[in-house]
């Protein structure tokens, strides 16, 4: 009995989290505050909003009219094509992280990383009936649809720039200042990260074409 009301209490805070997003898309700033430091986020619920997201922008690939856009889906490894996705955010949440706790930022991995997945609500919420408009529209409307599109990844882009303003709780100047900071680190640990496997691969090929050598020598 006592597991079963417990499985239930943990069942509503989950959906009422969920649904906490909605909130935050229209009150960002009372939002994102209450998010984190009044504790109405999860972290089951942030996942299932990038799940989401992700998964409404590989459906995206299929249902969108070829009109506009137009997908090969033979040279598409769906497995990158998730990790294109993932791994950049993923270096956003370190970066940012990484950043403003050089300079006070009161937010923690955790809450950066539960923020970005909430400002990323918007986006499937905007997409799905976008799929369907762009099979409904000629090309000489796809103007509205193409206004929709980019809408949806500002509306993201600007929430996650009040999450973490909210979450660091700083100034708006200090928030630009510090987001502007984070992109910088996030370019930098990519071309960290492409040296380093640079070097791996050609660690790799060296000590290969060692072995065949010796190989072919015996």
Known sequence: MFQALTQKSTYDRYFKSLKFGLYC??????????????????????????IVAIFVRILKLK???????????????????????IFPLGLWVIGNWATTTLFDGKGRLGQVYMGTCYALLPYPLIQVPLMILSNLVTVEEGQFYSVLDVISLVYCALLIVAAMGQIH????????IFTVFSLAAV???IFILMIF???????IAYFVSLARELLFRM
């Open 25 to 50: 898309m229209t009150h960002p700033l009372d939002g994102f505050w209450d998010l984190t430091h009044e504790h109405r986020g999860t972290y089951s619920a942030a996942t299932t909003i990038l």
């Open 63 to 85: 249902y969108t009219s070829f009109l506009f856009l137009n997908v090969y889906w033979e040279e598409l490894n769906i497995f990158l094509y998730i990790a294109s996705i």
């Open 169 to 176: 709780e700083f100034s708006a100047g200090k928030n630009l």
């Open 187 to 189: 370019l930098i640990m």
């Open 197 to 203: 496997f640079s070097m791996v691969s050609q660690g």
